[in-house]
């Protein structure tokens, strides 16, 4: 079994350019779901779910239905983390909640959800995503000049979790 993978989607690019990003620093294969079967998840020991959200909290288009069939996928063990790309100026009342699809659909799973992120770091007004003083996921802004610091921070809190799997 593999050791970590990414699975991102994206519409404009900024998903994908932040998922490079998080892949360099994790040492981790990386791939669009526009072109990536599910099935491809099961190989990986720890999993990045990561999307990019749009208008009122929803996921990429390429993740459509896939995100429906995470079910068939067994997360029992592996560790999974959750990204979501937002923009907190234009979207504060729905910023990454997109993201929580990924949590609501694995919650019962068996899954090792790690990556937590305090929600002081940014600036909106919801999210699904957001569970008392934390983003239940790494939420990613291209309009914040934070985004590399968000990246780096939780580089560190994850990547001991995954090297240990």
């Given amino acids: 079994m593999k050791k970590t993978g990414i699975f991102y989607a994206t519409k404009g690019g900024t998903a994908e350019a932040f998922a490079k990003q998080i892949a360099e620093k994790l040492d981790a294969d990386i791939f669009n779901m526009k072109d990536t079967k599910i099935e491809e998840i099961a190989n990986y020991k720890?999993?990045?779910?990561?999307?990019?959200?749009?208008?009122?909290?929803?996921?990429?288009?390429?993740?459509?239905?896939?995100?429906?069939n995470?079910?068939?996928?067994?997360?029992?063990?592996?560790?999974?983390?959750?990204?979501?790309?937002?923009?907190?100026?234009?979207?504060p009342d729905s910023f990454c909640s997109g993201a929580a699809d990924f949590y609501d659909k694995l919650?019962?799973?068996?899954?090792?959800?790690?990556?937590?992120?305090?929600?002081?770091?940014?600036k909106f007004d919801f999210s699904r995503l957001q569970r008392g003083n934390k983003m239940l996921g790494l939420c990613l802004d291209k309009g914040d000049d934070k985004s590399a610091s968000h990246i780096d921070s939780w580089v560190q809190q994850v990547k001991p979790i995954f090297d240990k799997a």
Avoid: P
Avoid at 48 to 57: D, E, H, I, K, R
């Fill in 46 to 68: 720890n999993v990045v779910l990561m999307s990019s959200n749009y208008a009122f909290g929803a996921l990429a288009d390429d993740w459509g239905g896939k995100v429906k």
């Fill in 70 to 91: 995470l079910h068939t996928i067994d997360f029992c063990c592996k560790n999974v983390a959750i990204v979501g790309v937002g923009s907190q100026e234009r979207h």
């Fill in 107 to 122: 919650r019962f799973s068996g899954a090792r959800f790690v990556g937590a992120v305090n929600a002081c770091n940014y």
